[in-house]
């Protein structure tokens, strides 16, 4: 089965892709943006209750206090090795955001228009070999909607590529679960409390089948080449990727 995530992380770089299926460990580093990531998600959670708030801003500030008393429960094998003066900075770091993050909210009347009907579903497609977990899912008139939450850098303009391509499967999965066409998906910028769409388009269902079926290559075995422009200064792969490169031209 494929997740979501390989898919991404195939957009990202192949190789990486390759390892990270082959049982080499991504180490994840507990960086002050890791951990503010993790409390902005579990705060973005709470971002339908704060619009229909009469003060957003007291609503997430109370929210944010009750995070941080929850997130080690929350959030566990994440923050087993994080002291308790780190996790505070984090949340002292997120405070001055929210001024913005509640002003921002009344921007996004469509968004929470939508019913707000499951966190976190496991979907699974033996039809088409994909399993995933969108952040939320959404109804309208019956119509469904993946939304995933993004605590990271928000584009100019439009989302990201790899926000596009994880849409688009997760909207693979809901079609097939729910017997219904999927139009549109939502990225909700976490740090920023701004939400934007992204219409399902034929081109990226197609890319996605089509990385899907590169990715079983991998899984078989395959080593693709490492592309241009990979970001090996962030890969915890970079130590074997030269190693392995030279291994592989002997095999394909």
Not at 103 to 112: E, I, Q, V
Request: aromatic share 10%.
């Amino acid at each position: 089965m494929i997740r979501v995530s390989d898919i991404t992380t195939f957009n990202k770089c192949p190789r990486m892709c390759y390892f990270i299926n082959h049982g080499h460990d991504q180490i994840t580093r507990v960086s002050p943006g890791f951990l503010e990531g993790l409390i902005l998600k579990e705060l973005a959670l709470t971002f339908e209750s704060a619009f229909d708030s009469d003060d957003k801003q007291i609503f997430l500030n109370n929210e944010l206090e009750r995070i941080s008393k929850e997130i080690r429960i929350i959030c566990r094998n994440e923050l087993n090795k994080v002291d308790d003066a780190t996790l505070e900075k984090s949340i002292t770091d997120i405070q001055p955001l929210i001024g913005a993050i509640s002003s921002n909210l009344s921007m996004n009347t469509d968004f929470y228009s939508y019913e707000f009907i499951q966190e976190e579903p496991i979907l699974c497609s033996d039809k088409f070999g994909i399993s995933g977990r969108p952040d939320r899912l959404l109804r309208k008139n019956e119509i469904m909607a993946p939304s995933i939450i993004r605590t990271g850098n928000m584009p100019d303009n439009g989302i990201w590529n790899s926000e596009r391509l994880a849409l688009t499967a997760y909207s693979i999965l809901v079609e097939e679960k729910y017997n219904s066409i999927v139009e549109k998906g939502f990225v909700e910028y976490a740090r920023w409390g701004k939400v934007r769409q992204c219409i399902i388009k034929r081109h990226e269902r197609r890319q996605v089948l089509r990385i899907r079926d590169m990715i079983k290559r991998i899984q078989d075995g395959f080593m693709p080449e490492r592309p241009k422009g990979a970001p090996c200064e962030y890969c915890n792969f970079v130590g074997i990727c030269d190693v392995k490169s030279t291994l592989a031209s002997r095999f394909f």
